[in-house]
């Protein structure tokens, strides 16, 4: 009976994703029904865990019975408003690629089936990892299982254990995503269950990697897609990392395939200007930074890198730069009342912004030589978190350097390259002494811009003629 309330419960995130999703206009590709599915159920976990927030916001109990009105009152609507606004009809031509898409299945050679099922093995062993033991990392109990305990028994948001600063709790003023989700599933499940409300990370890396493969798609062969997403996949950070992986139920790499969407999907809008890839930037932007604080910063270096690619290829006027002008002054309205309540919460963590300043930063100089080294070894020695990545990071630079900060694809290299920098000043203003910080924190700070700078990756290698000659991009299939 538990697994049927937590299947219903995936379901319907997935199910509202893929209707609000269906909102936007369609973008072609080639990848139906992979990258829909991949981008649903990030899709829906936003929508449904603000929702829940806005209810809590307004101080509606975060009930049983809210919690199902809300469902089928959100279901109701975005199935009422698609059938108005976009129909139901699923047109010959639809119908049509979805059966070519699928008659591709068979085509496919023992290198792609080997790593299809590679990819399965991966995800079919996470899974019963998650449900083999409960919360048992510091973040993922101190942080996000704790609130979600705390939603689900008091309903609310303005308890004590959220105002009270006595009442100690970590990073009490980190964004709900994933506690109100997590709470949504003890909702569905009638009580807490930390093994199974785990599985919701599982489902993440299964989206990760759906939408790394649709990415790769758009533009590389499907062998080398497919490659692409099976090196991803087995990066043991996220299959096998206890304290980040997707295991754990940590926040990071929920947080990193919310940012790879909002980054790709702004990188896409640069090229394309459809309002399709602005509209789910913006929601993944939003996801993003409801999920941890680091995603406000790292969707605001995807909007640096966004306009120096800009600038750097062509001038846009006013009239084109509008459309990214409002989307941001919307995300800033819709989130307005989740940093209005957070500016009550009481803050007994560090402050990294007020931290950056160059008095403080001049006063860490004599920290750098230890940081660098601290990165140079987390890509370059941990090879039982990164696997091959060092050695791919060393192969695409040494063998083309001049290629290696050329073309467009550089986007994808400068966000973890600015991010890194961002890291950089805040260990050197930390009050904690990084020689014990960096060694808990490092890796899974970096985690959040894996997926995008493999992504440079393997564009660097084709880029640099390094990937067999059938590997381009074919015909859509």
């Given at each position: 009976?538990s697994?049927?309330?937590?299947?219903?419960?995936?379901?319907?995130?997935?199910?509202?994703?893929?209707l609000?999703?269906?909102?936007?206009?369609?973008?072609?590709?080639?990848?139906?029904?992979?990258?829909?599915?991949?981008?649903s159920f990030?899709?829906?976990s936003?929508?449904?865990?603000?929702?829940?927030?806005?209810?809590?916001?307004?101080?509606?109990?975060?009930?049983?019975?809210?919690?199902?009105?809300?469902?089928?009152?959100?279901?109701?609507v975005?199935?009422?408003?698609?059938?108005?606004?976009?129909?139901?009809?699923?047109?010959?031509?639809?119908?049509?690629?979805?059966?070519?898409?699928?008659?591709?299945?068979?085509?496919?050679?023992?290198?792609?089936?080997?790593?299809?099922?590679?990819?399965?093995?991966?995800?079919?062993?996470?899974?019963?990892?998650s449900?083999?033991?409960?919360?048992?990392?510091?973040?993922?109990?101190?942080?996000?299982?704790m609130k979600?305990?705390?939603?689900?028994?008091?309903?609310?948001?303005?308890?004590?254990d959220?105002?009270?600063?006595?009442?100690?709790?970590?990073?009490q003023?980190?964004?709900?995503?994933?506690?109100?989700?997590?709470s949504?599933?003890?909702?569905?499940?009638?009580?807490?269950?930390?093994?199974?409300?785990?599985?919701?990370?599982?489902?993440?890396?299964?989206s990760?990697?759906?939408?790394?493969?649709?990415?790769?798609?758009?533009?590389?062969?499907?062998s080398?897609?497919?490659?692409?997403?099976?090196?991803?996949?087995?990066?043991?950070?996220?299959?096998a990392?206890?304290?980040?992986?997707?295991?754990?139920?940590?926040?990071?790499?929920p947080?990193?395939y919310?940012?790879?969407v909002?980054?790709?999907?702004?990188?896409?809008?640069?090229?394309?200007?459809?309002?399709?890839?602005?509209a789910?930037?913006?929601?993944?932007?939003l996801?993003?930074?409801?999920?941890k604080?680091?995603?406000?910063?790292?969707?605001?270096i995807?909007?640096?890198?966004?306009?120096?690619?800009?600038?750097?290829?062509?001038?846009?006027?006013?009239?084109e730069?509008?459309?990214?002008?409002?989307?941001?002054?919307?995300?800033?309205?819709?989130?307005?009342?989740?940093?209005?309540?957070?500016?009550?919460?009481?803050?007994?963590d560090?402050?990294?912004?007020?931290?950056?300043?160059?008095?403080?930063?001049?006063?860490g100089?004599?920290?750098?030589?230890?940081?660098l080294?601290?990165?140079?070894?987390?890509?370059?020695?941990?090879?039982?978190?990164?696997?091959?990545?060092?050695?791919?990071?060393?192969?695409?630079?040494?063998?083309?350097?001049?290629?290696?900060?050329?073309?467009?694809?550089?986007?994808?290299?400068?966000?973890?390259?600015?991010?890194?920098?961002?890291?950089?000043?805040?260990?050197?203003?930390?009050?904690?002494?990084?020689?014990?910080?960096?060694?808990?924190?490092?890796?899974r700070?970096?985690?959040q811009?894996?997926?995008?700078?493999?992504?440079?990756?393997?564009?660097?290698?084709?880029?640099?003629?390094?990937?067999?000659?059938?590997?381009?991009?074919t015909?859509?299939?």
């Amino acid at each position: 009976m538990s697994f049927l309330s937590l299947s219903a419960a995936l379901c319907t995130i997935l199910a509202t994703g893929w209707l609000v999703l269906g909102l936007i206009p369609r973008r072609h590709t080639g990848t139906l029904p992979l990258e829909p599915l991949g981008l649903s159920f990030g899709a829906g976990s936003f929508v449904l865990s603000f929702a829940l927030f806005l209810l809590a916001y307004f101080r509606i109990p975060l009930s049983p019975l809210t919690v199902f009105l809300l469902v089928v009152g959100l279901l109701g609507v975005l199935a009422s408003i698609k059938r108005v606004w976009r129909g139901f009809s699923f047109s010959p031509a639809r119908l049509q690629n979805l059966k070519r898409w699928i008659e591709t299945l068979g085509d496919l050679s023992w290198f792609e089936w080997t790593c299809v099922a590679t990819v399965a093995v991966f995800a079919a062993l996470i899974a019963l990892d998650s449900v083999s033991q409960p919360l048992l990392g510091f973040d993922s109990r101190a942080i996000w299982g704790m609130k979600a305990k705390v939603l689900f028994q008091e309903k609310g948001i303005y308890g004590e254990d959220f105002f009270d600063a006595s009442r100690l709790h970590a990073h009490q003023r980190y964004p709900l995503l994933l506690p109100l989700l997590e709470s949504f599933v003890c909702s569905f499940l009638g009580g807490i269950s930390e093994r199974l409300m785990k599985l919701l990370f599982p489902a993440f890396y299964v989206s990760l990697i759906l939408v790394f493969y649709a990415t790769m798609r758009h533009r590389f062969s499907r062998s080398y897609a497919l490659l692409g997403a099976t090196v991803l996949a087995g990066l043991p950070v996220f299959s096998a990392f206890s304290n980040g992986g997707a295991a754990s139920g940590y926040a990071d790499l929920p947080l990193a395939y919310f940012v790879f969407v909002h980054a790709v999907s702004l990188h896409r809008f640069l090229e394309s200007k459809q309002v399709t890839d602005l509209a789910i930037s913006l929601l993944f932007g939003l996801a993003a930074v409801f999920t941890k604080n680091e995603g406000l910063a790292l969707c605001g270096i995807a909007l640096v890198c966004f306009g120096g690619v800009r600038l750097m290829t062509s001038r846009w006027t006013l009239k084109e730069w509008l459309p990214l002008l409002l989307a941001t002054a919307l995300a800033a309205i819709i989130l307005f009342p989740w940093f209005q309540y957070r500016s009550q919460l009481p803050l007994i963590d560090e402050n990294y912004w007020t931290l950056l300043k160059p008095s403080h930063l001049l006063a860490g100089l004599d920290r750098v030589p230890f940081i660098l080294k601290a990165f140079l070894k987390e890509y370059l020695l941990k090879v039982h978190l990164w696997n091959v990545l060092g050695v791919m990071l060393v192969a695409a630079l040494v063998l083309s350097p001049v290629k290696s900060l050329k073309g467009p694809h550089i986007y994808f290299l400068a966000l973890p390259l600015l991010y890194s920098a961002l890291l950089l000043g805040i260990f050197m203003t930390t009050d904690w002494r990084v020689e014990e910080q960096i060694p808990v924190a490092l890796s899974r700070l970096v985690m959040q811009t894996i997926p995008l700078l493999m992504l440079w990756l393997f564009h660097q290698f084709h880029e640099a003629n390094l990937t067999p000659p059938g590997w381009t991009k074919t015909p859509s299939s």
